[in-house]
DNA sequence: CTGTTAGCGCATTCAG
DNA sequence: CTGAATGCGCTAACAG
């Protein structure tokens, strides 16, 4: 590998000189300009030397021309939940379809790494953004905003001026949480306990409140069974679940504030040898694609990551090619409550 | 948004007539060569001016001057499979403490998809890739390597050349699999059956070549039931497991080539009224996170794909910092045999 | 229709 | 210790 030699990449000179042309016809050629016209056959000699010399444009010379890198970027906590990965396939799809590229970006949900993406983001000069922050502001995204790049962000973020410089996506969490709790209620599955993470984030505490607010609204004769644990994830779940076995009384069902809390609550249960539902039923949220396939099948409220994912890709887009300007737009999206075995 | 006035982004010679310095001396101060040394003084005059004006450098015009783009790029079959989203957040953590970003592409595992990402990766310039391709062969990658791009595949090629110049790290699938089928073999689980995907990549060939091969020197009064079905997916394995359940003699138990086409045949089973693993016992191969998290827990094989992704990228890293040259090295990864209650 | 020319923003010689 | 000058490979005016 050290003894093979390194072929130096050829430029569009060396193609230029190869075709007996100018540099800037090989450009022309690449780019097809409708402006002026190339003759056939130099048009064909072109591409031949491309073809034989093996040419590839350099991007990064192409990008300080144009200032475009034909790259967008991604932000979210962690691929790990299975939410994100069709999140980011969503994207992709769309991303690919442009002839972009996409990179990705895991923050934990912690700010500091938020905000180092951020700047990555602005060094690498990707063309836009879609984020899924935890923590960030309005604020923290007005560099980005300001220097003409594009946002989408999905979900609240800390604080909202009026007129966002960027678009954003959301499902209205209290909403489908409230329907959620809603409907375990009427199934009397009394008490309704709720896992939750610990960090207070405002974009899930949608899903927390929605459960308190129902459960004030009905009056019920049970205390809250709130109990939190770890990070939005199975061993968070887990935690939290435990939390509430060793509790007193018992819940009769939980509605945990994901999808994969719920499946380490299933997990907390079974350990305790109670089985799910009969024993007590779990809800989740969020419909990641093991949902169903779970034994017993989840009962969640769907998302439809990918075609959030989609759509986000389709604003960012819009903006990128000019199709949309003006100020940002708040785009709501659906959610379904999948009513299966496991409560 | 459009009223917003785009601020043009300050350059080093913005700030460099801040600070009252040549711009020279701004490069210097930034990327703090120990050649020349900068007064403490001017140092922190060019620092605040950096501040003020919100310089940040531009990674297209860097690129072009340091030939280093400071990104990988992952290519993965499907982010969809949580197999995935584990190696590339084992991959993006080295990344991110190189202060490297993280390309992604999806190839589902397509030839042209492939083809496309590479050369996508030539024009992006990415300093290294990581590719776990599905049916490109080491001549594919030639070009890249011979344009010194490192080169790092999980799994195997279609075509190995002796001296490959590239390095690449693989788990023995044929002898994880075939000890998965000999433990289930000894457990009397007979007929045991096998659900695979429809295509025939040697990547999972290793798989199912095993379970023939092992069946074979037992000689056992039963014949091969392998069921090919779909994409190596949950639908997959529903699809296949569909044909097994359709014939007879039906198995025992089944050994499904991954993990998701493990989950796809469980929900196949249950439907068919049968239970698992009373009377279909059921195995797979990956070890998803979620494998464990099951009802019952799926007996699998653990590849450890966080870990393959740490790994594959401290190998590319080694090489982008020179700490590792010569010819492409192999690097066997260990596997594990996680018997649990599925079978 | 084709070629000449001029930077994009930065890192890096080489002189002061 | 600092500044002036150069060119990375490319696109896009502009002139022939």
Redesign the interface.
């Known amino acids: ?2 003894t ?1 030699r ?2 130096k ?1 050829p430029t569009q000179d060396d193609v230029a000189r190869a075709a007996g042309v100018s540099q800037t016809v090989v450009s022309l050629v690449l780019n097809d300009r409708s402006l002026v016209t190339i003759s056939p056959q130099t048009k064909q000699r072109v591409l031949a030397a491309i073809d034989e010399l ?1 040419y ?6 192409r ?2 021309r144009t200032r475009k ?3 967008v970027a991604s932000l979210i906590p ?3 939940n ?1 939410f ?3 999140f ?2 969503g994207i ?1 799809d769309v991303a690919d379809a442009h002839g972009y ?6 923050t934990d949900g912690l700010r500091d790494k938020e905000l180092r993406c951020l ?2 983001v ?4 990707v063309d836009g953004i879609i984020a899924t922050p935890f923590q960030l502001t309005a604020e923290d995204f007005s ?1 980005l ?4 790049v594009p946002v989408v962000v999905f979900g609240e973020l800390a604080s909202e001026p009026a007129n966002r ?2 678009d954003s996506i959301f499902v209205n969490d209290a909403a489908a949480a409230g329907e959620l709790v809603a409907y375990l209620l009427d199934r009397d599955y009394l008490p309704l306990g709720m896992v939750a993470d610990a960090a207070a984030h405002l974009r899930r505490e949608g899903r927390t409140t929605a459960y308190q607010r129902v459960l004030a609204e009905r009056v019920l004769p049970q205390a809250e069974l709130l109990a939190r644990g770890g990070d939005p994830t ?1 061993a968070g779940g887990y935690i939290a679940m435990h939390k509430l076995l060793a509790g007193s009384p018992l819940p009769r069902a939980v509605f945990a504030a994901n999808d994969m809390m719920a ?2 609550a ?2 907390a249960i ?1 350990e305790a040898g109670l089985r ?1 539902p009969e024993d007590i039923a779990v809800a989740g949220f969020d419909d990641i ?2 949902a169903r ?4 099948p989840l009962t969640t409220v769907a998302q439809f990551p990918e075609h959030l994912g989609h759509r986000a890709a389709e604003m960012l887009f819009a903006r990128l090619n000019g199709s949309v ?4 737009r708040r785009v709501e999206m659906p959610y379904e409550l999948k009513v299966r075995a496991s409560a």
């Open positions: 590998m050290s093979a390194l072929r990449r093996g590839v444009t350099d991007g990064s010379a990008s300080l890198t034909l790259i962690d691929i790990t299975p994100y990965p069709a980011e396939r992709q590229d996409l990179i990705a970006y895991n700047r990555s602005q060094r690498a000069r560099p905003a300001e220097s003409g410089p960027f199975e499946m380490g299933m997990v079974r799910v694609p093991v396939l779970l034994n017993p300007t003006g100020e940002g």
